[in-house]
């Protein structure tokens, strides 16, 4: 009987040591994950990549964020800058969202919406040379902005939506704009196309970006999740 009862005080002190671990262990994973969600949330890719590899994640858990990031990372020329300024706090975010930002001190923008000709027949036509052309489309206009101190407000689709403190730089934008897409390095496939080959008779070189712009009156909000200014108002159903 001795025997039997310090063998079974061994195992359920064994059993309880080894249930105390899995507890740790459980908690630890818990605590990683909500600091690793945090993180995406914020679109602070290095924070979360560095907590997946430093974290003891069961594998299934590791390989689902290691699959997030991986598509973040391959989607990153489609998404604003913006997303992917590392917020520190509640008040450097709304530091960083105010600055230089058109409209918020006179109530006055001029607001631009650029939109490709023809996007539903090119990716139907050519899906490969699209994803390849539009990260060239997004790396120009995004340069175009940056020149002409523009803020990107959102991507929506493959169309952008960007804001100018003055009507001169919209102009000059769309302009600029126009002008660097018939010099950009399209990929071959897509030239190949009727609709985005070099035209002799006009200045068509690739895929053709259509510029509408308005300048008024704008109403401004806070996008809580990106801390990035949108714009609402008839200005923005005019441009």
């Known amino acids: 009987q001795v025997s039997i009862f310090l063998l ?43 907590i997946i590899s430093t974290s003891s994640l069961p594998l299934p858990l590791h390989d689902a964020f290691e699959s997030i990031l991986s598509n973040l990372t391959e989607y990153r020329p ?19 969202a105010i600055l230089d930002v058109p409209g918020v001190e006179t109530g006055r923008a001029s607001l631009v919406f650029t939109d490709i000709q023809g996007s539903t027949g090119l990716w139907e036509a050519c899906p490969e040379g699209m994803k390849e052309a539009l990260q060239v489309h997004n790396k120009v ?13 959102k991507t929506i689709g493959d ?22 897409l018939v010099e950009a390095p399209w ?5 190949r196309l009727e609709h ?8 068509w070189c690739g ?14 909000q806070m996008n809580e999740l990106t801390k990035r200014y949108d714009y609402f108002g008839g200005t923005v159903n005019k441009a």
């Not at 604003?80 to 509640?90: G, I, Q, S, V, Y």
């Not at 985005?196 to 200045?203: A, F, T």
């Open 141 to 153: 206009i995004r340069s175009c902005i940056v020149c002409e101190g523009g803020y990107e407000v």
């Open 8 to 50: 079974d005080f061994y195992f359920t002190r064994g059993f309880a040591s080894d249930l105390q671990k899995e507890r740790k262990t459980m908690l630890n994973v818990i605590t990683a994950t909500e600091e690793i969600a945090v993180a995406l949330s914020r679109f602070d890719l290095q924070s979360a990549e560095e």
């Open 196 to 203: 985005c080959s070099h035209q002799d008779d006009g200045p």
């Open 78 to 96: 489609y998404l604003p800058d913006a997303l992917f300024h590392k917020m520190h706090t509640e008040a450097d975010a709304c530091a960083l």
């Open 187 to 191: 990929p071959k496939a897509i030239l």
């Open 159 to 180: 169309a952008f939506m960007v804001a100018f403190e003055t009507a001169a730089s919209a102009v000059s934008f769309g302009l600029s704009l126009q002008e660097d």
């Open 207 to 220: 895929l053709r970006v259509r510029v509408g712009v308005h300048c008024g009156e704008v109403e401004l």
